[in-house]
């Protein structure tokens, strides 16, 4: 049975709100960036690649935001609407803003580096006049990035974003996604995860991030499951807290928990998997399946992705997850826990 | 039977967080400003005024706020020392914001006009890691004036202190208080309002408040009373609407709405009876009081500081306010009211 | 023989840029600002000021300025306007400036302290746009006080001002006015000052203004007449350094020297003189007297206005300045001294 | 004999004050941005290439400037370091800036298009207070480029360099390279332009900079020679005023006017001619050579370098442009003109 029971009746899949932003990867790997000669441009930012990987796997999927009002944010556009992501609700940067822009240094496959362009940045442009009530009424899911509320107009853009998504009914995803840029002190990271923490019905995000949104320090003693239950009692189905390479784990409102591993796959990069997972994570959610079933393919989709130099370009198809999942049958990558266990 | 119960261990009664300001009011009556000669100098704004009002009632009052590092500031300090305004919570703007000025023209007895001073404002830097959570917790009542959450980082000050208040059981009345300056849009007033609103113990506003916390327009159709359900839903306990010189109405938990008209008395100037009503207001619910002798309290009070050059200078003792009622019992200013009457 | 020749086909004998303000006087004398009950309201700034003093003595006057588009804005330009100074070049400020404000604190007669509001003030920005190369060709003197070069745009403002008045042979008076705010460094207001030292006719300012505009210390042991003759070599003519209560020192292209003393008078309070100073000397220039006669005109202007309560009000016709000479005349204000004598 | 003097005791040949940027070059050439695939990173901004390209023909070069506190400033720092450019007076900036951007399109050998990163960009932090006096007097040459006036406190830096460089006999060259980026108005951009080219000793731009420099439009009438004029008067030795592919004119103080056109060599991309043009130019100065041949050796070099994919990597050695020219001997480049002559 699903865990989470979608309005069927809502035409669009998925709507993303945030930032798209333009990833330069290194040719050149195993070197400071400073050291390398060129890079490949590929469309990131992680609401932009799950856009990408949502829609990869077959979903209607439309995207909220702001972009340059320049070749840049024509990239985008285009990029989007050559896949049938529906950029309606996009709209372009009106005092110069740039698109944000990151810069990748390779320095090893477990190891990478990124330096952000961030200043006058395009995506945190987008305003609550901007958000349309009937667009978002009409979608199955709201994906909220947490880098998005780091500051105005963009911040109230995503507020009113959730308040519609909450008088129609529309599931929300918040994916915390914290990037330090932009953020004035630690209590305003906390007041606005929280306040969006309290509102969602999915919550994902490292332990690092569930910290910040708590304001406290990374030895408060608290357990995940404290944490998970927190937001359950707010109102969230599902909560998800990430631990790096030693996995994570899915908690659901009918109280289970399960631990996912990664596969063991040759890596090229360390980062993308994030969006990888999150992409097949809500396909599985929108398709109605077990949360293992959605879980596996999650993990699955991240394996492919890190093993490859970029992370839009690089999202697959439904099928060819299930043949990864089939190929790699001997992991075990889901493990079922009690629900006060750690890892 | 008192509409709101107060946690009688928290020693202080009020703590208030916003703008304190220094108030100019021409003592040349009845032209425009720009041919006034000379002002008195008060300490104003609307939690400063409340501040001053409850405190003179006899209630142990504390301020949360930021106020300029010049004699400006001293005066606001000195002021609230003098009568033992708690001042352990106010802090000094750091980067030369002033203190915000209000010149008052006063045209006739019911026409006035302001001219704010709202550029680089001391009050709207109050930043969230300015507020004790402890000394939220000991309070019975916050107050919370919306012109605080007109930018950051006043507004996530306003925000953490609710949050404080709501874990530790602190009843929150939510002033609406509208100014125009410093807001972006109306979706920010209206995100930012049904915010607090849906937050709140109390909320009292004029019509128009209502209408722009709502993002609705002046001649939406909606009943008063129907703003007043939508706020009990979401956990208020006494919804106050008012009109100006057609009178306020206040919508209780209890189902019962009240008429309150003003008292007939020699008008000096047209403002200042919101800040004699909260303060009076507050002081009845406080004294655990029906809400009809706290509303015949209110309105009294307001009566009394509008035939007043100042507010905060104006605010009368519990026993000056009930020498006022004896004096007018004559007048009848609060009538039952059916719940779906208008006014 | 006069020091300056102006161009006599000029029709307007002066005109001024920079701040007009709005001063509060306290009424109540002798104590601190946070105990003043009451103020008085005056036109203020020291170019405003001056800009009332030369019409008071009779000259054709206009301002370039920019003020708020409230009453204030409005007090000040009907001020003008009733004395005939010409405000056909001055603008409203456009996006919520307000005029500056002056708060005295009279400590003493010989001890004052100022609160000044000058967070998004109007007077700086007025554009280099705004500012009519006809209108400045037609003037037989541009006065520019470097208050106005604090920041853009008022500081190209002044710059585009200057270039069209020595383009059009129109003398230009550089009144230092240094006030610490908005300046972000000592070399910035070194390279702007000494720009328009550079590029003036005549340049006034208090010994502490001319370390600043040469970036040295206080004690850098640089005689007064080795200023006055680097700036002589830059063009000037007359270069005044004042030194407060010991006098001033009036350097002439004819290298000449002269004392400036105060007269004895009962002081009511200690600012206002300069401007009065400026005001009379600027007048006694342009009726082409010698400048011993300039100067006593000035100093004794200076006395009048700092026996009364405000400065632009408090402004002199001749005849009364006159009269205050003569009344006076037994005591000796102007000393002629060697070019290399110190004060 | 020589056009300009050098105070041979000065160790240092030219200092440069402004931006250095990194430079993406498409490796997919005749393509819309948006379509390309692979970008080389090369170091540009105009004065960063010519810092690389007077010290590849041999010259001691310095840079005052500031770079970002990530891998891009690293970037520049070691590239300048490996080529022995004295980074001494390089600092990082403080507050988050960026490197500027410049990613270029080259849609086809005559035409191209570039899309800049110019917002919060740390070239324009460099402070005047980062300016050293002494570093200034023991150079050759200042070389100014006007993008390091749009704005404060960088503009503040380079007004403070030709201060110092006009106290200690330092000859300044002024390359205007007008970039639209920052500044606010016409009538700013000419007002620094003109403030520094009446202190230079040598000015360099196109006939539209000029234009912006006079605030003239462009169909003026005002000829070439009037402008060159004008700056001699100001104290200008040299103005070279540029014509696109109609080639430049360069007049001296010593009335001879000299057209210099290009070599006929294939295109690879349209731009990154202007620094070439400028190093040898410089360099031949540096050498005492007649003006004659110093532009033979700008025009030569500004060839060999749009024939090569990178701007700063592809500057030449002396000999290589010397073998250049002897190739190339057949072209006539310079021809004398009569002073009012036009192109």
Redesign the interface.
């Known amino acids: 049975m699903a865990v989470i029971d979608f309005d069927q009746r809502k035409k669009r899949d998925l709507v993303l709100i945030g930032r798209v932003a333009i990833d330069?990867n290194p040719?050149e790997l195993n070197r400071?960036?400073?050291k390398?000669?060129?890079?490949?441009?590929y469309l990131g930012g992680s609401p932009g690649n799950m856009a990408v990987g949502v829609n990869k796997l077959g979903k209607a999927v439309g995207f909220i935001g702001c972009v340059s009002d320049?070749?840049?944010g024509?990239?985008v556009l285009?990029y989007f609407k050559e896949r049938d992501i529906d950029v309606s609700q996009m709209v372009r940067a009106k005092n110069?803003?740039?698109m944000g822009?990151t810069?990748t240094?390779i320095s090893s496959p477990t190891d990478s580096?990124i330096?952000m362009?961030r200043?006058?940045?395009a995506d945190l442009q987008i305003?609550?006049?901007d958000v349309s009530e009937e667009y978002i009424a009409n979608s199955k899911i709201l994906l909220i990035s947490g880098t998005a509320l780091a500051t105005?107009?963009s911040r109230?853009a995503c507020?009113?974003a959730v308040?519609y998504a909450k008088k129609h009914h529309v599931k929300v995803i918040f994916d915390i996604d914290y990037r330090e840029?932009t953020w004035?002190?630690?209590?305003?990271i906390s007041?606005y995860y929280?306040?969006l923490g309290g509102m969602s019905d999915i919550v994902i995000g490292s332990r690092e991030e569930f910290d910040l949104m708590e304001n406290i320090p990374a030895d408060s003693g608290i357990a995940d499951h404290e944490l998970a239950e927190k937001y359950m009692d707010l109102g969230n189905r599902i909560v998800i807290i990430k631990h790096g390479k030693k996995g994570s784990i899915a908690y659901t409102a009918e109280q289970q928990a399960f631990k996912v591993d990664s596969y063991h796959i040759k890596l090229l990069k360390s980062f993308g998997g994030g969006d990888a997972y999150g992409s097949a994570f809500v396909y599985g959610l929108l398709e109605g399946w077990k949360i293992e079933d959605a879980l596996t393919y999650a993990t699955a989709h991240a394996a492919m992705v890190v093993a490859s130099h970029s992370c839009s370009n690089a999202m697959q198809t439904a099928e060819q997850i299930k043949g990864f999942i089939e190929t790699h049958k001997d992991e075990k990558v889901i493990t079922k826990l009690n629900w006060r266990d750690t890892i």
Do not use: A, C, H, W
Request: no cysteine; aromatic share 14%.
């Open positions: 330069f040719n400071t960036l400073d390398v000669e060129t890079f490949s441009m320049d070749q840049f024509t990239f285009n110069g803003e740039n822009l810069f240094e580096q330096l362009y200043n006058g940045v305003r609550p006049q105005s107009p109230e507020l009113i308040r840029y004035k002190s630690k209590e305003e007041i929280s306040l």
